[in-house]
């Protein structure tokens, strides 16, 4: 005798979701020097397929940044945090989409936390949704320069000298100036002057071969001779 059976009844349809989202950067240029940090937005995505879980959330993209010489890591409320702790990621990046979207990172160093001469790494990695909550499918490699830049902060100036003409010099004719620059850090681009002479209570200023002398305050500028190199001579001869 055959008993009474419960009919078949369906189960719970379920996706899985194995790939990690990716965030990148948008604007930051691996090796790029600043005078002060910059703002960090960027992208994220997680693919467009019906399988992806999509990030959402605006704390799923997160930005670490780390001091080269240190090692220490950037933290919030503003403070460095010693090694070993990198990477040390922050969630304020406030990402704005669904299965893609921007970001954008503003809680950078600045002030005090700021150190000039110094190189800083700065990943970015953004986080689906797919359970178990809040874990998901967490981005965990970082290629360069789309999730992974080094950036240098240099808020020294560069200096400069000159060696031709020689204060209080008479000269009869002046075909080139000449002198040093010197940086720090960075390294040197180029010489700006500001060649004038004062007739009857008139300052004129010298705008190159081209143009002569004009009324009007103007610099000139001549590229150093080994640019990027922290000590370099120049010329300026037009």
């Known amino acids: 005798v055959v008993g009474n059976q419960k ?3 369906p ?4 996706k899985v979701d194995k790939t990690s989202p990716t965030a990148s950067f948008t604007s930051l ?15 994220a995505s997680d693919g467009l397929t019906a399988f992806d879980a999509g990030i959402i959330y605006s704390t799923n993209v997160q930005v670490a940044i780390t001091r080269q010489d240190t090692m220490a890591c950037w933290s919030l409320p503003p403070v460095w945090t010693a090694a070993p702790c ?30 000039s001469g110094v190189r800083y790494v700065v ?19 970082f290629a360069v320069p789309a999730s992974s830049v080094t950036i240098y ?8 000298s000159i060696t031709l003409p020689t204060q ?10 000449t002198g040093t620059l010197a940086d720090e850090f960075s390294g040197v681009q180029r010489a700006v002057l500001r060649i004038s002479y004062l007739n009857a209570g008139t300052s004129n200023y010298w705008q ?12 000139v500028s001549t590229p150093a001779a080994t640019v990027g190199a922290l000590a370099s001579a120049w010329a300026y001869d037009d």
């Open 153 to 160: 902060i240099d808020t020294i100036p560069a200096t400069v």
């Open 29 to 43: 240029t691996n090796g790029t020097g600043f005078k002060v940090f910059p703002a960090i937005p960027g992208t």
């Open 208 to 219: 190159g071969t081209a143009l002569g002398w004009t009324a009007t305050p103007t610099l």
């Open 86 to 115: 990198s990477p040390l990621w922050l969630d304020q990046a406030n990402f704005v989409g669904a299965s893609s979207g921007t970001w954008n990172f503003t809680a950078v160093p600045s002030g005090a936390n700021l150190i």
């Open 11 to 14: 189960g719970p349809i379920f």
């Open 7 to 9: 009919a078949d009844e």
């Open 168 to 177: 209080g010099a008479q000269r009869s004719a002046l075909s080139s100036m």
């Open 123 to 141: 990943l970015a990695r953004a986080i689906d949704t797919a359970r178990p909550f809040p874990a998901g499918n967490v981005q965990d490699s």
